[in-house]
Nanobody, 121 residues
Framework: QVQLVESGGGLVQAGGSLRLSCAASGATFSRYVMGWFRQAPGKEREFVATIHWSGNAYYADSVKDRFTISRDNAKKRAYLQMGSLKPEDTAVYYC???????????????WGQGTQVTVSS
């Protein structure tokens, strides 16, 4: 079992940056693949990025070259550095933990409560 808590969301102007953090507790963090997903109003939850315990990372095409996922196994934290933000990036962002690299929400058994990111135009 692992518990996840996101932080760092907020309101930012288009073109700006934000860094989201995900604090993990309750299990051996380094054994888990960590992912970030987002859900906008009226839309399905979508994959943003994921990172293996080794550091290999994968991104959705919509955020590639703008967002960077990272992790600090010693601190039991995962991060999502978001840059060149666009209004269409507005969503609730969720941190997720799972046993293997994946991009579908149902493949991640552990979830945080989400943090709101709003990008104004």
């Amino acid at each position: 079992q692992v518990q996840l808590v996101e932080s760092g969301g907020g309101l930012v102007q288009a073109g700006g940056s934000l860094r989201l953090s995900c604090a993990a507790s309750g299990a051996t963090f380094s054994r888990y693949v960590m992912g970030w997903f987002r859900q906008a109003p009226g839309k399905e939850r979508e994959f943003v990025a994921t990172i293996h315990w080794s550091g290999n990372a994968y991104y959705a095409d919509s955020v590639k070259d703008r967002f960077t996922i990272s992790r600090d196994n010693a601190k039991k934290r995962a991060y999502l550095q978001m840059g060149s933000l666009k209004p269409e990036d507005t969503a609730v962002y969720y941190c997720a933990g799972g046993p293997y690299i994946a991009s579908r929400p149902h493949e991640f058994p552990y979830w945080g409560q989400g943090t709101q990111v709003t990008v104004s135009s």
